[in-house]
């Protein structure tokens, strides 16, 4: 077979599969009433700032068309500017949030209220993000009265070890950081009116960012190629390398010396505090050097992704759309669980029993060994 004809063969292949695809995502059927749901995604709390969501349409139309039954409560989608006709259209049952928490499988971006988890069907399983904010003791004491599995994806890990979910969040978090420091620095944002890039005959702005992780090292990212001038600060030297790798060779990485944050603090336009190695806690002082016109943010306290949850939805969801593809051919998300490890990492309470034993210490709740569990239930 010669090249003309493969092209022509691999065209009209793909050709077909586009035809064939596009109607079954569109003319999906619709579950029927008391039909078993396996995945519902939920809405934001509308007195909460939250505005992320885990899937889109399009992802919901490649689970749909994978054999998997997929509801959403009703609006859940206006925070990413879609409406339930645009999930309907990919075969997703439009219902209202009492419905959507009897779902087998249960999608909230942020973790829920012990009133919603009591709605939940007994059994059933909760997948969040702890993202912004902590799981309280009520709530988990509703999810063990329940009888509930709940899943933190920002706490699992893909096969390749990596925390796939924790990494998306926080490299939106921190692009997004840069974003609101332009606005804020300009006039609009009510700021002085600069540019943190530099032009013929000026400085360009300063940033320093103190900490490191996957949002500092965005947000460093985002900034030099704005044509900030950046500087990374941490107490720890080999992870000022790890950031010299990331961000190469033109970013400036200083240990944190009383003196030498001091100065950075005093002529710093942008200043983004993030996690540092070891325990540090900015020092109070240093605020009365600041420039008024300085921009200060906290990446444990803001979430800046929450003013793209768009991009955030449409990053999140090619991740989701392989965890659940993974969860089909395993049947059940507890078959994943007990051949996962990196799923493992990220369950919060398993089957009436709190396994986390970091959330069972804040909220001073005994927690179990997740793996002595799986080993007697197989």
């Not at 509308?46 to 609006?75: F, I, N, Q």
């Not at 010299?244 to 100065?263: A, E, F, K, S, W």
Request: with cysteine.
């Amino acid at each position: 077979m010669n090249e003309d004809m493969i092209e022509k063969g691999t065209s009209t292949m793909e050709a077909t599969a586009t035809m064939e695809l596009e109607p079954l995502l569109m003319h999906a059927n619709m579950l029927s009433n008391g039909e078993s749901v396996d995945i519902a995604i939920l809405g934001n709390y509308p007195d909460s700032d939250e505005t992320r969501m885990l899937l889109t349409p399009e992802a919901c139309g490649l689970l749909t068309s994978s054999g998997l039954k997929v509801a959403m409560e009703e609006g859940a989608g206006v925070d990413i500017s879609f409406s339930d006709d645009a999930y309907a259209e990919y075969g997703v049952k439009i219902v209202s949030r009492q419905e959507a928490l009897g779902a087998n499988t249960v999608l909230s971006f942020s973790p829920l209220r012990p009133a919603d988890i009591r709605m939940m069907k007994p059994g059933s399983a909760l997948l969040c993000t702890m993202a912004s904010g902590l799981i309280d003791r009520e709530s988990i004491k509703a999810l063990l009265e329940m009888d509930i599995t709940m899943g933190c994806l920002d706490n699992m890990y893909s096969h390749n070890d990596t925390p796939i979910f924790a990494d998306i969040i926080d490299e939106i978090d921190g692009r997004a950081a840069i974003m609101y420091a332009q606005e804020n620095l300009s006039y609009l944002g009510g700021g002085k009116g600069v540019l943190l890039a530099s032009v013929a005959g000026i400085n360009p702005c300063e940033v320093l960012i103190i900490g490191d992780g996957t949002d500092v090292y965005s947000a460093a990212k985002a900034a030099m190629n704005m044509g900030a001038q950046v500087c990374v600060v941490n107490n720890d030297v080999s992870m000022l390398a790890v950031a010299r790798d990331v961000c190469g060779p033109q970013i400036q990485t200083i240990m944190i010396h009383p003196r030498v944050l001091y100065n950075k603090v005093k002529t710093a336009d942008v200043i983004l505090l993030g996690t540092t190695t070891r325990p540090f806690e900015f020092p109070k002082n240093l605020s009365a050097v600041m420039k008024d016109s300085a921009y200060v943010l906290d990446f444990k306290e803001s979430h800046p992704s929450v003013s793209v949850p768009r991009t955030v939805a449409m990053a999140l969801s090619n991740v989701m759309v392989n965890f659940f593809e993974e969860m089909r051919l395993k049947e059940n998300f507890d078959s994943m669980i007990s051949t996962n490890e990196g799923v493992q990492q990220g369950i919060v309470t398993y089957h009436g029993k709190l396994v986390d034993k970091l959330v069972g210490s804040y909220t001073g709740l005994p927690s179990a060994d997740l793996s002595v569990m799986l080993a007697a239930r197989n």
